[in-house]
């Protein structure tokens, strides 16, 4: 996820906020202790992000859940990478130096498939690769984890989100077990989110981003979830998402990030959050009071 501009200004959410109660509200994990700790793009500090070393790292933790961002390629294979294009996190521009921009969508999946996605972080990785969607669902699967799958870049993919929801079923996790506590949709196009809500609207979504709390109820149509970055939120705006419920009749949720530090987890716990997006899941988790 990008720490990109957020519409409402925290003057603005205060002097709503500070009016509404929020409700009683479990975590997406059915705890209403501890927020929920999520492994931003896996455990992205200690393994590339959004592979699946950074999956197992998350696993190695013991962390329930993990992040991931999905893009397409040129033809039709979702992947699992956060950046549009290949250069940041791959040796793209040294395979193919004559395709920049190295865009995800010009490339096709054998091609990607080749690319070396570890190195650039630690040669300890080097030749992890790009995961295709499936492959990444298969490695949560053994784990026992729990997805918080992003739809990156809608704009630039149309029709993902069916497609998406599409592999999903085909790999077993549209049937009621993972509905019920096991995934998450979200995206920053609130036009994807609400697409994923009306072809299967069993789906958990959230939203990624700091609405204003007078344009909540219109979100609280077809999400579950608010979930904004850190700098973004008050205890008093968490405690306005709480008051409004969402589109399977529970109190608004809030997951923020990308908190990567023991005083910023203790702070956004204190705001009533119901989960942490981290590149270090470990760190938050033993900063914050058991369950």
């Known amino acids: 996820m990008h720490a990109r501009a957020i519409a409402a200004t925290t003057t603005a959410l205060?002097?709503?906020?500070a009016l509404l109660l929020p409700l009683s509200h479990a975590r997406a994990d059915g705890d209403r202790g501890s927020p929920t700790v999520i492994a931003h793009r896996g455990a992205s500090a200690y393994a590339p992000e959004n592979t699946l070393?950074?999956?197992?790292?998350?696993?190695?933790?013991?962390?329930?859940?993990v992040e991931n961002?999905?893009?397409?390629?040129?033809?039709?294979?979702?992947?699992?990478l956060h950046d549009d294009s290949l250069q940041r996190t791959t040796d793209a521009e040294e395979v193919f130096p004559e395709r920049a921009?190295?865009?995800?969508?010009?490339?096709t999946a054998a091609e990607v498939a080749r690319l070396d996605a570890g190195s650039w972080f630690s040669p300890a990785y080097a030749g992890a690769r790009v995961p295709t969607l499936q492959q990444y669902v298969h490695r949560v699967e053994i784990h026992h984890q729990k997805l918080l799958l992003e739809v990156k870049n809608p704009e630039?993919?149309?029709?993902?989100?069916?497609?998406?929801?599409?592999?999903?079923?085909?790999?077993?996790?549209?049937?009621q077990r993972h509905l019920a506590d096991r995934l998450i949709v979200q995206s920053f196009?609130?036009?994807s989110v609400r697409t994923v809500h009306q072809l299967k609207p069993g789906v958990k979504t959230g939203f990624l981003g700091t609405p204003?709390?007078?344009?909540?109820?219109?979100?609280?149509?077809?999400?579950?979830?608010?979930?904004?970055?850190?700098?973004?939120?008050?205890?008093?705006?968490v405690s306005a998402v709480h008051a409004f419920t969402g589109a399977h009749g529970r109190p608004l949720e809030v997951f923020t990030w990308t908190v990567n530090d023991e005083n910023t987890a203790r702070l956004v716990t204190g705001y009533g959050v119901d989960g942490i997006i981290s590149n270090k899941p470990d760190v938050v988790r033993d900063a914050l009071p058991s369950a």
């Not at 205060?14 to 906020?17: N, R, V, Y």
């Not at 070393?53 to 859940?65: L, T």
């Not at 149309?158 to 929801?165: F, M, R, S, V």
């Open 14 to 17: 205060l002097g709503t906020a």
């Open 53 to 65: 070393a950074a999956v197992d790292k998350a696993a190695e933790m013991d962390i329930a859940w």
């Open 69 to 80: 961002d999905v893009q397409r390629t040129r033809d039709g294979e979702l992947v699992v």
């Open 101 to 107: 921009p190295w865009k995800v969508k010009d490339f």
């Open 156 to 175: 630039l993919y149309p029709g993902i989100e069916k497609q998406t929801l599409k592999l999903l079923s085909n790999e077993g996790w549209l049937d």
């Open 189 to 191: 196009s609130a036009d």
């Open 212 to 237: 204003s709390v007078a344009d909540l109820p219109a979100y609280a149509a077809f999400v579950d979830q608010i979930n904004p970055s850190y700098g973004s939120i008050s205890g008093g705006y």
